[in-house]
Each structure stands twice: as C-alpha cells, then as structure tokens.
T-cell receptor, first 114, second 111 residues
Framework: NAGVTQTPKFQVLKTGQSMTLQCAQD?????MSWYRQDPGMGLRLIHY???????DQGEVPNGYNVSRSTTEDFPLRLLSAAPSQTSVYFC?????????????FGQGTRLTVV | LAKTTQPISMDSYEGQEVNITCSHN???????ITWYQQFPSQGPRFIIQ???TKVTNEVASLFIPADRKSSTLSLPRVSLSDTAVYYC????????????FGGGTRLMVKP
C-alpha cells in the first residue's frame, strides 16, 4: 500500500522561483490537506480540500495555491518562493468528517529557499 | 472554534505510565478528540480518537470526562522509543474538516 506519496523529498529554490509539490493518495479519501512545519514548531494548515474541485484556505495560505482536479492528487504550488517558506511540507489525507480524524501523512518535502 | 492547550514537555522513565492532558474548553458538540505522535523527520502518526468516556487500543488509552473540556492520553509502560511529540487535536471548523496542530507535548523517556 503506497498511502500518501509526496515528491520531491528535498528541494532547493532560489528566491522568486516557482515550483509545485506533488501529493498523491491511493486510499480514495475525500479530504486532503497541506501543512508546513518550521523547526521546533507544530504543523500549520496551509490549504485543504474536501473533495475534487473543492479547496479552502487554512491558517497560513498566503504564497501558496492549490487545486484538486482528481480525488487522488492535491498539488501545492509556490508562486514566488521566499526564504520565509523554508520549511518541511506535509501532505495528508483522511475520509473527512467529525468521526474520521485519522489522517495519513506523507513523508514530507524539505524545502529550502535561498 | 476549539483550541487546545497541552504541556510543552514531559519527562518519564522506561516502564512508567505517562498521562498527557489536553484542555479544549470550547469543543463543539460533534467534535471528536484525536491524538497524534510525531518522531523527528517524520509525518505525524494517528494514535487514538474518542468522543466521550474511555477509548483503548493496542497503543494507548484516551480518557474524556463528561464535560469533554479536556482529555488525557495514557501511554502504559513507556519505552525509549516512545520519545516523541504528542499532539492533541480538535477540528477548528464546524464541518470537522480542519485539523490544526498546536505545539504539542515533547515527551522524553529516559532509561
């Protein structure tokens, strides 16, 4: 079982560059989300989706775009990378709803913006 | 919207029972309480979820009092490998979809 797969695992960007972090899940989960985790901190919700075609903002959405064209994929786009976006990014999926908060996380993408 | 408060850190010794309490004073009627574990350089891993009273699985127990304004994660007989950060979560949106992680509790298990 692949679960949640994130690519790439590591990435270095120059300030101003754009890129897309990929996330795919094979569990047919409706709910997917992106988090960032800065050193020594908890995870902060960037964007989430409750199904194909539906996305919404989390706690820290500025500088990021998402789309959800299929149930399986939920890419995160950095429009113009800034050093403040240096972080570890985690994608997660779960069935969604009040009684289904068991989320499955990917291995993370460690992003450095120089 | 519910927010959670939990201790920043705890120390324990191998073989002891560890109880981590989380307060969530504004929890909504439909919200479940969920606990996650995170090791360094890994994504969080689901431990347990509950709505009221007591839930137990092969890893932990979760105690939730009648008013549901707090919950306690109980880890029986911890080992060195239980050293991790533990997060208590309740959804912050009415639909129960937005899960946010606070700072968590850093548990250090000593030999």
């Amino acid at each position: 079982n692949a679960g949640v797969t994130q690519t790439p695992k590591f990435q270095v960007l120059k300030t101003g560059q754009s890129m897309t972090l990929q996330c795919a899940q094979d569990m047919n989960h409706e709910y997917m989300s992106w988090y960032r985790q800065d050193p020594g901190m908890g995870l902060r919700l960037i964007h989430y989706s409750v199904g194909a075609g539906i996305t919404d903002q989390g706690e820290v959405p500025n500088g990021y775009n998402v789309s959800r064209s299929t149930t399986e994929d939920f890419p995160l786009r950095l429009l113009s990378a800034a050093p403040s976006q240096t972080s570890v990014y985690f994608c997660a999926s779960n069935r969604g709803g009040h009684d289904s908060t068991e989320a499955f996380f990917g291995q993370g993408t460690r992003l450095t913006v120089v | 919207l519910a927010k959670t408060t939990q201790p920043i850190s705890m120390d324990s010794y191998e073989g002891q029972e560890v109880n981590i309490t989380c307060s969530h004073n504004n929890i909504a009627t439909n919200d479940y309480i969920t606990w996650y574990q995170q090791f360094p350089s890994q994504g969080p891993r689901f431990i347990i979820q509950g709505y009221k009273t007591k839930v137990t699985n092969e890893v932990a127990s979760l105690f939730i009092p009648a008013d549901r304004k707090s919950s306690t994660l109980s880890l029986p007989r911890v080992s060195l490998s239980d050293t991790a950060v533990y997060y208590c979560l309740v959804p912050i949106d009415n639909a129960g979809n937005m899960l946010t992680f606070g700072g968590g509790t850093r548990l250090m298990v000593k030999p």
